[in-house]
């Protein structure tokens, strides 16, 4: 198993839908909860990052954590053509530097 | 501010040919870490660089190495290329080098390394 699941997609929407994304992972010591986006030929660029459990909100994105259920998403409100990419999933160990750990990644697109 | 700048930008090599590709992290920043995507495994964790030494390091083969310079520019060197080392190599640095807390890291555009 591997420490980080993430359903690879595609997921397609309509403009205008909310978007749920989402991770499960199986290291209860991972403190730290990311969300990348990833457009093609792009190197990945961090949406939101969230310590510990709870929830956090920039704009139209939200991401929450359950650590009990070693869980996460990420939601998107009004979703926007330019939201299509790929998400990226990605966590953090205490004891492991500044690696971080992936998730394969969602690719979603959105349809105007 | 410059991003992470990363160079080539694409390359094509044969099987058992090394390759060294180049990172410049952003202005100030002291820690570089290194990852392999590829649509199998996805972003995979190489290693890490700060001050000059490699303070972390993942699974993989002794093959893949790298060094960072005075500046904080690093390099990566791929030697004896196999088949499955085509992938986006990615380069990412971080502004300082607390190791036991979380440093966003800004991310360059990859080089992406194609073995024939």
């Known amino acids: 198993q591997k420490e980080v699941e993430q359903d690879p997609g595609p997921l397609s929407v309509p403009e205008g839908a909310i978007v749920s994304l989402n991770c499960t992972y199986s290291n209860s010591a991972f403190q730290y909860f990311m969300w990348y986006r990833q457009y093609s030929r792009k190197g990945p660029e961090l949406l939101m990052y969230?310590?510990?459990?709870g929830n956090k909100e920039d704009g139209r994105f939200t991401a929450q954590v359950d650590k009990s259920s070693k869980y996460i998403s990420l939601f998107i409100r009004d979703s926007q053509p330019s939201d299509s990419a790929t998400y990226l999933c990605?966590?953090?160990?205490?004891?492991?530097?500044?690696?971080?750990?992936f998730g394969k990644g969602t690719t979603l697109s959105v349809s105007s | 501010k410059a991003g992470v700048t990363q160079t080539p930008r694409y390359l094509i090599k044969t099987r058992g040919q090394q390759v060294t590709l180049s990172c410049s992290p952003i202005s100030g920043h002291r820690s570089v870490s290194w990852y392999q995507q590829t649509p199998g495994q996805g972003l995979q964790f190489l290693f890490e660089y700060f001050s000059e030494t490699q303070r972390n390091k993942g699974n993989f083969p002794g093959r893949f190495s790298g060094r960072q310079f005075s500046n904080s520019r690093s390099e990566m060197n791929v030697s004896t290329l196999e088949l499955g080392d085509s992938a986006l190599y990615l380069c990412a640095s971080s502004p300082w080098g607390d190791s036991g807390s979380y440093n966003e890291q800004f991310f360059g555009p990859g080089t992406r390394l194609t073995v024939l």
């Open positions: 969230t310590y510990s459990s």
């Open positions: 990605a966590m953090h160990l205490h004891q492991a530097g500044t690696a971080l750990i």
